[in-house]
């Protein structure tokens, strides 16, 4: 029962918040929000599952209760995690509190329902990493969409509206392809039910039988092209990215923080769960075309960022970039590729989580995000621009920070990938990638941060307040941590995805972090 009671105090939290007076309302949605976090990090010391749950393998705090019969299909309540979905739980209560302390400067108006919208998204959130059954899935994957379209309408930019609906068109069409696409494919299985692991292993079986007139490969292969856009769109990646940078612009920055550090993860989880897990003959089908469009994510997004003005943007098409690397990753089906990628979700949702929450510091103090605007800024705010530089040299790969560790696990997955013979040409190509993130945030740091101090604004520059600067510090030392100690999350991410490798003809040998990295906890 802890995944329930995990949901439904978030719930419960999220309605308590809503009715309480504005004053009170940020101050009461942290203290509420300690309690998910410290129940994550309770499930997270008491883990011992092994295997991937959607491939029949031990299944950690499960409970199936069925539901009702719908068509002919039995529906039930059935929620677990394995070593694929219990780090991204974890992420979203660590994320989702730092991100109620950083409102509590920029949110002045309406703040009540704000925090409780907040935490309704994240009990959604918590709903889709832990649901085995599609039909409850589908429910939390579609409720998320409700509280950040609010978030984003209400208390965003200028263009507010703009970019909600956009947001909300786009990710909405997309999950109406991808369950199209899977409804056809559970059509032609002798399944009885929507459950995700038994669809798994019938799939894995070879039980599917053709639809519509289709056969069964052509039916596999329309499923898994319609799943893989309507996932796509959620990642996002090139060329259905263009919503993401209009909501991440007008977004405030505690919503920004959550759509780019853990939203954004629901579509390359997605991916991993349905896609690559269920239709693995698919994938490697396919996987010249998927590699192609990992590496058009990674050097188009980068090179997008690089003629970007306002920070905020600039780290918003860097996401389109780090999650290029994810996909390309998860296509190469190795124990490193597939696990590298899970792991670069959990770098990369802390690490974009800090750039993201220290521009809106900066932003607090200097109301602008334009690159032109000001100069000199470590001078004034030390300790912020401190911790933007170690953001940005995190996000550049520097070893002993999270994104050097997930980056390393997927180009050595990548390079010793089967897959496709040219798999070594697409991950050198990726990697110039890294060339060009540095190119761009090292010319943001130096124009923003460094040189004699200018501002083009009538506002008192100095080092912003603890209730700013406490968060980022406390993002910046778990991306830190988790780059010292991979073994925080690997060894439960390696046990999850060797199944998936099973019969792909993937690299499935078991992966020593402290040969390797030269470090981590045992």
């Known amino acids: 029962m802890m995944i329930e009671l995990l949901i439904g105090f978030t719930f419960v939290a999220a309605l308590a918040t809503m009715v309480a007076p504005d004053e009170y309302a940020g101050r009461l949605a942290f203290a509420l929000s300690l309690l998910p976090v410290a129940g994550s990090l309770l499930m997270w010391g008491q883990f011992d599952a092994v295997g991937n749950a959607l491939m029949g393998g031990q299944i950690a705090f499960e409970t199936t209760v069925q539901w009702f019969t719908l068509g002919g299909l039995d529906l039930q309540w059935h929620v677990g995690v394995d070593g694929i979905s219990l780090p991204l739980v974890v992420l979203t209560t660590i994320l989702t509190t730092l991100s109620i302390v950083s409102a509590w400067s920029p949110i002045s108006e309406r703040q009540s329902q704000f925090y409780g919208l907040m935490l309704l998204m994240e009990a959604n959130l918590l709903g889709v990493f832990t649901a085995l059954d599609f039909f409850v899935w589908f429910i939390f994957w ?274 010793a990938s089967t897959t496709i013979p040219s798999m070594p040409i697409f991950t050198a190509v990726a990697m110039f ?32 307040p603890l209730r700013d600067t406490v968060p980022i510090t406390v993002l910046l030392l778990l991306v830190i941590a988790l780059g010292i100690a991979p073994n925080l999350f690997w060894p439960m991410i390696q046990d999850a995805v060797n199944p998936v490798l099973q019969g792909v003809g993937g690299s499935q040998a078991s992966v020593d972090l402290a040969g390797v990295l030269g470090g981590g906890l045992p």
């Not at 696409?181 to 559970?186: C, E, K, P, Q, Y």
Request: no cysteine; hydrophobic share 55%.
């Open 142 to 415: 579609e409720a998320v969409l409700v509280p950040m379209y609010f978030l984003i309408g209400i208390w965003g930019g200028p263009r507010r509206k703009y970019a909600a609906i956009k947001f909300f068109v786009y990710t909405n069409i997309a999950s109406l392809v991808m369950f199209i696409g899977f409804v056809a494919l559970v059509l032609g299985l002798p399944v009885d039910s929507l459950d995700l692991p038994a669809i798994a292993q019938s799939l894995r079986a070879g039980e599917i039988a053709g639809y519509a007139g289709l056969s069964a490969a052509n039916l596999k292969l329309v499923a898994f092209v319609a799943m893989f856009l309507g996932f796509a769109v959620k990642v996002p990646v090139a060329p259905l990215h263009t919503w993401l940078p209009d909501a991440h612009v007008e977004a405030p920055t505690p919503v920004s923080v959550m759509l780019a550090g853990v939203l954004l993860k629901m579509g390359t989880y997605a991916l991993l769960r349905f896609n690559f897990t269920m239709l693995p003959d698919v994938a490697t089908a396919l996987a010249v075309p998927i590699a192609a469009i990992a590496v058009i994510s990674v050097i188009y997004g980068a090179m997008l960022a690089l003629a970007q003005q306002d920070l905020k943007r600039i780290v918003a098409y860097s996401s389109v970039s780090s999650m290029g690397y994810v996909i390309l990753g998860l296509v190469a089906y190795t124990t490193y590729g597939v696990g590298g990628a899970t792991f670069q979700m959990i770098a990369h949702g802390l690490i974009s989580g800090l750039m993201f929450m220290t521009v809106g510091v900066i932003y607090n103090v200097t109301h602008t995000r334009m690159v032109g605007d000001m100069s000199g800024m470590a001078d004034r705010m030390p300790l912020t621009a401190g911790v933007f530089v170690a953001g940005a040299f995190g996000y550049m790969g520097l070893p002993l920070m999270a994104g050097f560790a997930g980056e390393f696990f997927i180009f050595k997955g990548a390079f």
């Open 433 to 464: 990638g890294i060339v060009i993130v540095a190119g761009y945030l090292l010319f943001a740091m130096q124009r923003t941060l460094f040189g004699p101090f200018s501002f083009d604004g009538d506002y008192e520059v100095r080092e912003a």
